[in-house]
């Protein structure tokens, strides 16, 4: 092997290509062959090599597959491990050290439904989706499999419960919403017609509706003279969302309405306009901004990042009505929200309620967070 002084040896060398050899046949003859050192600054060209796309492919691709590998072994050996080691040095199950050790609440929920939801066992695995007459049953199946003494370890039994209630209760309500919102409007159904009027009135007591197709449904909101249009997108479940907002919180409905009306006219006095700078607040249009929020918190309810909020308001299942109270709580704050952002016409609303909802995003991702503390019913949770 011949080295010429540009390939001697560094004496501390980078070696950029572990076997790098080829036949220079015009030098060193057809069969000769030469290995060639690269220093860090240099290359075979003198000159810096570019990243290839492909190489750069493939090379994102190698690192994803090399880190799921080594997830799989994680979750599948090294945890399971652990948790045996634990179990061993603590005497209890990794549910025994959940309900011990962490409070009721969204924390200790969430907890119990991820080791459930990827437990070995297929009763735990199953646990999450029983029928909620089931869960008694099925904890007393847990409690068999794990060996545990329900006469030495009573309160397991009770916090188990009330985990699965809110869990079981929270895939329930899932079920319910999409079923509203599955269900379009129907004119020609009376119930569905009564709860439109029943609507109106709520919002315009001291206004009688004219027609049923009129141009007065635009004073609370509507884009038209028949509000069933509307409801395209969202179902029943907007109205249902409007109605109970508009009865249970008639006062603030009734405030909100007249803000998106003539927001220059709100409570704020012209003091606190000037001092806000709500100067050029404009209006909305109520109903729309209310199908709007609904789908909000749809979108919310089905991601599951309103887990946070109803295991820590909800003492055992979730139900509708938690969620038709945290409707309401949304448009209160998207009403101040909307104030605060200070539109420069309704063509930024897209943006303003993007922004808002990455504001309650964040606020679920918070363990302790209740979005509606005075619709709460934390101070109903067992001391568990």
């Known amino acids: 092997m ?17 076997a790098d050899t080829y036949a220079d046949k015009g030098k060193f003859g057809s069969s000769s062959l030469r290995t060639v050192w690269i220093t860090p600054n240099q290359n075979r060209h003198n000159e810096a090599l570019p990243a290839s796309p492909i190489g750069r492919v493939l090379s994102f691709v190698f690192d994803r597959m090399l880190f799921q590998v080594c997830l799989y072994f994680y979750c599948k050996f090294l945890w399971r491990c652990l948790k045996f080691v ?27 439904e991820t080791s459930l939801r990827d437990s070995k066992s297929k009763l735990l695995q199953t646990s999450v989706s029983v029928h909620p007459d089931a869960i008694e049953k099925t904890i007393e ?50 119930q569905h017609e009564e709860m439109l009027l029943k609507l109106w009135k709520f919002l315009k007591p001291n206004t009688p ?50 803000d998106s009306l003539h927001p220059k006219c709100s409570k704020f006095s012209k003091a606190e306009w000037e001092k806000k700078r709500m100067d050029k607040a404009i209006g909305y249009s109520f109903a729309i901004v209310g199908i709007n929020i609904t789908d909000l918190a749809y979108n919310l309810l089905v991601s599951g990042a309103l887990k946070t909020h109803f295991y820590n308001i909800a003492p055992e299942a979730p139900t509708l009505s938690h969620f038709q109270q945290t409707f309401c709580y949304l448009m209160h704050e998207f009403h101040k929200f909307w104030i605060e ?8 609303f897209n943006r303003v309620r993007e922004k808002f909802r990455k504001r309650i995003i964040k606020q679920l991702r918070n363990p302790d967070m209740a979005l509606c503390p005075h619709f709460a019913a934390s101070e109903g949770l067992i001391n568990m």
Do not use: H
Not at 341 to 348: F, K, L, S, W
């Open 2 to 18: 011949v080295l010429t002084p540009l390939q001697k040896k560094p004496a501390f060398p980078f070696l950029r290509e572990t």
């Open 86 to 112: 634990m179990r061993k040095l603590t005497g209890r199950c990794e549910l025994q050290r959940i309900c011990y050790s962490t409070k009721p609440g969204a924390s200790r929920t969430m907890k119990i």
């Open 141 to 190: 199946d847990i409690m068999e499999l794990k060996k545990i003494n329900p006469d030495i370890n009573p309160q397991l039994g009770i916090s188990l419960q009330a985990c699965l209630l809110q869990i079981v209760g929270y895939r329930n309500l899932i079920a319910d919403v999409e079923k509203l919102r599955r269900e379009p409007y129907d004119s020609d159904n009376p």
């Open 209 to 258: 509706l004219e027609s049923r197709i009129s141009k007065q449904w635009c004073e609370i909101g509507f884009q038209g003279d028949d509000p069933k249009t509307d409801f395209r997108g969202m179902g029943l479940l907007g109205l249902y969302n409007l109605q109970y907002f508009a009865e249970r919180d008639a006062a603030a409905a009734q405030q909100v309405l007249s």
């Open 341 to 348: 952002e200070d539109p420069t016409d309704i063509m930024e």
